[in-house]
Nanobody
Framework: QVQLVESGGGLVQAGGSLRLSCVAS????????MGWYRQAPGKQRDLVAI???????EYVDSVKGRFTISRDNGFRGVYLQVNSLMPEDTAGYYC???????WGQGTQVTVSS
């Protein structure tokens, strides 16, 4: 079992930045891929970025060049640097292990125009 706790969200103006953190505990050796997802009110939860044990990364097109995913060795910490924020980035941001096998409780990012 893996436990995930996110932090780092907040209210920022358009163009601002945040660094989201996800701390993992428990059976972290079972983690092969960690991802950040986001869910806006009334919308489905969508994948934003993923990182593998080989540090291979993938991003959804809408965040390429603005968001950067990174991790500590062993997946104890996974981070999402979010830059050049836009109001449409407003959402709850969640980290998940192994494509949704385990989820954190989320951290809210709100971007004002």
């Amino acid at each position: 079992q893996v436990q995930l706790v996110e932090s780092g969200g907040g209210l920022v103006q358009a163009g601002g930045s945040l660094r989201l953190s996800c701390v993992a505990s428990g059976n972290i050796r079972s983690i092969g891929v960690m991802g950040w997802y986001r869910q806006a009110p009334g919308k489905q939860r969508d994948l934003v970025a993923i990182i593998s044990t080989r540090d291979e990364v993938e991003y959804v097109d809408s965040v390429k060049g603005r968001f950067t995913i990174s991790r500590d060795n062993g997946f104890r910490g996974v981070y999402l640097q979010v830059n050049s924020l836009m109001p449409e980035d407003t959402a709850g941001y969640y980290c998940a292990a192994n494509f949704g096998q385990c989820w954190g409780q989320g951290t809210q990012v709100t971007v004002s125009s």
